[in-house]
């Protein structure tokens, strides 16, 4: 049985910083930011989203009432509660079934990973069930910061099925962890810390090492890949992996794998990184921005400091084009609006605290926090 992604949604806040401007505010080289990052805008969550608000924007673009889902996954290192999972106040905001495993599952970027794995164990064994995978996240650094002009904020929701759609798991997959301390985010913190140069150096250690695997485990070779996708941090980072690879192939086959990294990284440059939804957006972007062909087999590299990292192959369906909703995905990366960094200072500056409201009108988005009670998060949805 063919178990893979039937279907994909994407969000990312209707406010963004350009880059440049970041690098004036900050003092640095405009270029550093644009060039030696490879970042260009960076989406800017308000004050009224969060982990919860964008997973439901997301799977809201792909739900329908004929899915019959039974399981329903967030990944996500930008939860809400300590407790409560993500994915358990999607089931109001969603309307989804009541007879589902819904749960929430975190190891930094590799978490959505982690649910598509187990997504299609679970289709295995319930082949007329869908699983529901979402990445969301706000990837923050804190203000000037080396990791400022990383940040970002976004999710990818998937349907994951039988004779899925836009893309069928291989079943070709090697992964491995390590406990490592590249990247934290204690429970007191709302922004991250890492040892940047380190976390690129791990990065790059893991692809080589799970490439090597891969090879022997699958008796392939880098000829067997037309494409190669990466977790995307910032648009740089994959790029130092891939060029790993230089020595093993010929220049025209390199030639084509960076043409379609190119292609991959094109929406991440315009949003940042969105921490467990990166790889997927990369591949959203590929499947939009390249060339990709039915039958075409795709490496996917998903890392999650800390770490774990994990190389797997999937396969182009012949209906993927007539599935994606390649105009809606667009519509949400230009129906944006640019805010200065002054203005995004302050909204970074302020989290709603218990005891808040927001007032619908001061909402353009569907749904949203509305208020913390007694502690407790309360959503809305907005009927547009
Ligand atoms: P930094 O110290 O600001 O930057 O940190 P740098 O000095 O290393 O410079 C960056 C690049 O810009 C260099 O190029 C410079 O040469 C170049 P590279 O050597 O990398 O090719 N540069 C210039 N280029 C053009 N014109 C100029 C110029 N000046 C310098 N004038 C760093 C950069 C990424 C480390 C920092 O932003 C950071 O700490 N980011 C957060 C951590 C991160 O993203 N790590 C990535 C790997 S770990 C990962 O992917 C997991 C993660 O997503 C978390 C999770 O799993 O949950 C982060």
Redesign the pocket.
């Known amino acids: 049985m063919d178990i893979g992604i039937d279907k994909i949604g994407f969000y990312t806040p209707k406010k963004y910083i350009d880059i440049v401007e970041l690098a004036k505010a900050r003092n640095v ?1 405009p ?2 930011f644009t ?3 490879g970042q260009s805008k960076q989406s800017v969550p308000m004050q009224y989203q969060d982990s919860v608000t964008m997973a439901a924007e997301a799977a809201d673009q792909i739900i329908s009432d004929d899915d019959n889902i039974g399981l329903v996954i967030v990944g996500t ?1 930008s939860s809400v509660d300590e407790s409560k999972a993500v994915a358990a106040f999607l089931t109001d905001l969603l309307n989804l079934p009541k007879n589902i495993r819904a749960f929430e599952i975190k190891e ?3 978490g959505a990973t982690a649910g598509l794995k187990m997504a299609e164990g679970y289709v295995a064994l319930n082949p007329d069930k869908k699983a529901l995978v979402i990445a969301s996240d706000i ?1 923050r ?1 804190g203000i000037n910061t ?2 400022e ?2 940040q970002g904020a976004g999710s990818v929701a998937m349907m994951v099925s039988q004779n899925p759609r836009i893309l069928k798991f291989d079943h070709e997959e090697v992964y491995m962890t390590k406990n490592v301390g ?2 934290w985010r204690p429970t007191f913190s709302k922004t ?1 810390f ?1 040892r ?2 380190f ?2 150096q ?2 790059v250690e893991f692809f080589s090492e799970l490439w090597k695997k891969y090879q022997t485990d699958f008796n392939q070779t880098v000829n067997n890949f037309d494409t190669m996708l990466f ?1 995307i ?2 648009t ?2 994959g790029m ?1 992996a891939l060029k790993t690879l230089k020595d093993e192939t010929d220049l025209d086959k390199f030639a084509e794998l960076s043409e379609h990294y190119q292609a991959s990284i094109k929406m991440s440059r315009e949003v940042g ?1 969105l ?2 939804g ?1 790889l997927y957006l990369g591949l959203i972007s590929y499947l939009i921005n390249g060339d990709p062909k039915p039958g075409e087999k795709i490496l996917m590299f998903s ?5 774990v990292g994990e190389l797997y192959s999937v396969t182009i369906q012949p209906e993927f084009r007539r599935i994606l909703d390649s105009e809606k995905i667009k519509k949400v990366l230009n129906n944006r609006e640019k805010i200065s960094i002054s203005e995004y200072e302050n909204i970074f500056a302020k989290d709603l605290q218990n005891g808040d409201s927001i007032n619908d009108s001061d909402v353009f988005d569907k749904f949203y926090l509305r208020e913390i009670k007694e502690s407790e998060r309360l959503y809305k949805k907005i009927k547009l």
Do not use: L, Q, R
């Open positions: 080289d270029d550093k060039i030696g990052i290192e930094a970027c590799y990837a650094y080396p990791g002009v990383t590249d990247f991250a890492a940047g140069k976390s690129n791990v990065y977790h941090p910032y740089k980072m130092k990184n921490y467990t990166s890392y999650g400091s800390g770490a």
